[in-house]
């Protein structure tokens, strides 16, 4: 049975950081390419970065700028995002998902199996 579970979200300061886990069962992550995607109230869902099978990794620039990594242990099967410097505007619930397509990997559509999600509430 195929299971992802978030954890390490919570209420930060600005300029803070936060790491976020995704930990993976039912398979391996490392077979798979792995997304993490937020939403916020009001918005749709959208992608912030994956780590593909090969470890090569993809973020979406216009807001991550750097600040974000993603990462994954194999061991552990699970996948991580640290946040550092973050924003009011990086409010929002962030799910971890497992990309089981052809399509692009930046789609949630791409994507088979969705986390429960973890809210990430940043302060000003």
């Known amino acids: 049975q195929v299971q992802l579970v978030e954890s390490g979200g919570g209420l930060v300061q600005a300029g803070g950081s936060l790491r976020l886990s995704c930990a993976a069962s039912?398979?391996?992550?490392?077979?798979?390419?792995m997304g993490w995607f937020r939403q916020a109230p009001g918005k749709e869902r959208e992608f912030v970065a994956s780590?593909?099978?090969?470890?090569?990794?993809?973020y979406d620039l216009d807001f991550v700028k750097g600040r974000f990594t993603v990462s994954r242990d194999n061991a552990k099967n699970t996948m991580y995002l640290q946040m550092n410097s973050l924003k009011p505007e990086d409010t929002a619930v962030y799910y971890c998902?497992?990309?089981?397509?052809?399509?692009?990997?930046?789609?949630?559509?791409?994507?088979?199996?969705w986390g429960q999600g973890t809210q990430v509430s940043v302060s000003s």
């Open positions: 998902a497992r990309y089981f397509s052809s399509g692009a990997y930046s789609h949630s559509s791409s994507y088979d199996y």
């Open positions: 039912g398979f391996t992550i490392s077979m798979y390419t």
């Open positions: 780590i593909w099978r090969s470890g090569g990794r993809a």
